[in-house]
């Protein structure tokens, strides 16, 4: 199976004969016939797969030589040590769990849809969903139930967007008047332009540009409750954790993460392979694979040495194992 998902380099710790698996759960709700995984290293590595009931656990090849006092003593366990557990984890039950989906595709009966939307092929409109004007859907996408697309918004193909989200609607931009003190709100005649293989969380907010356009590049991931203001670009395989906020025409690079609940500064540039911890506040520019976290955000790069940490943020570099709480995953 290993092979099926494209992994060719691993090592396998076996002391019976093979093991039937016949589900994948968490490494710690875990029974003998189970597949499982830690993506974790050092000492809380050892101490998730002592624990561990599963019959078969995927593990980081950093914790081999020192789990090899461990093979003796779960003589029915089966472990297997490959460079990215998690990823690999991913492709297994996507395979184990391959099916068609189930939602039918096309628009539905309650979907409202402008005369002057163009959809491509393999697409699913959901119930009570609205697109206005000028919208273009690209091939393969799914908008869910109850989104709303206003007007001049491009979804590039094989997206996924969530229930309740709406996009294109006016920004928050004003402009006092001297005397009266008065707002009086900035004219919107910009769009949203959505990448290829793009997924949005259910409940999020993207504005439209209120000259040039709103940008989502391809491949970005955006979890649940995130705001993206008027004119922002964000760059190709960014993920957004939930509640983020991005100010007006910042812009973000590309292989970014922000944590969650993270506010970015209106108007500042954020670099390439940057990690923000979550709850930070980051109000000047960012440069280049930094990692920055609390209120106001400064680096802590140079604290951080944790790999998968680096990994989050497309890093190159192989650092040892350290903990640092600055993202929502588990093991």
């Known amino acids: 199976m290993l092979e ?12 019976r004969a093979p093991i039937t698996v016949r589900s994948v759960a968490p490494i710690n709700r875990s029974c003998f016939k189970d597949l499982s995984f830690c993506s974790s290293e050092g000492d809380d590595a050892i101490r998730s797969i002592s624990s561990s009931a599963a019959g078969v656990i995927l593990c980081n090849k950093s914790v081999m030589q020192r789990l090899g006092q461990m093979q003796g003593q779960k003589h029915r366990q089966c472990l297997v040590f490959l460079d990215n557990p998690r990823l690999t984890i991913m492709h297994i039950i996507k395979l184990i769990y391959k099916r068609e989906k189930s939602e039918s ?85 910009g769009g949203v332009q959505i990448g290829d293989d793009v997924e949005i969380c259910s409940n999020c907010s993207i504005a439209r540009g209120s000259l040039s356009d709103t940008v989502i590049g391809n491949g970005t991931k955006l979890n649940a409750l995130v705001h993206i203001a008027h004119n922002v670009e964000i760059g190709r395989n960014c993920a957004l ?44 520019n960012v440069e280049d694979e930094d990692i920055v976290a609390g209120v106001p955000a400064k680096s802590i790069k140079h604290k951080v040495t944790s790999n998968q940490l680096f990994l989050m943020g497309g890093h190159a570099q192989k650092r040892k194992s350290r903990h640092i709480i600055i993202n929502e995953h588990s093991k």
Request: proline fraction near 1%; include cysteine.
């Open 241 to 284: 954790g939930a509640g983020v906020t991005i100010g007006g025409s910042t812009i973000v690079g590309d292989t970014c993460w922000l944590g969650q609940n993270s506010t970015l500064k209106n108007k500042i540039k954020i670099g390439n392979k940057v990690i923000v911890g979550s709850g930070a506040a980051v109000i000047d």
């Open 4 to 15: 099926e998902v494209g992994v060719h380099s691993y090592e396998i710790w076996r002391n």
């Open 105 to 189: 595709r096309g628009v539905a009966q309650s979907a409202r849809v402008s005369k002057t939307v163009k959809i491509g092929k393999n697409c699913s409109i959901g119930e009570y969903c609205v697109i206005g004007d000028d919208c273009i859907i690209g091939d393969n996408t799914t908008i869910h139930d109850r989104v709303s697309i206003l007007q001049n918004t491009r979804i590039g193909r094989n997206c996924d967007i969530q229930p309740g989200i709406v996009i294109g609607a006016d920004g928050f931009a004003y402009e006092r008047h001297n005397e009266t003190l008065e707002l009086e709100r900035f004219p919107h005649i």
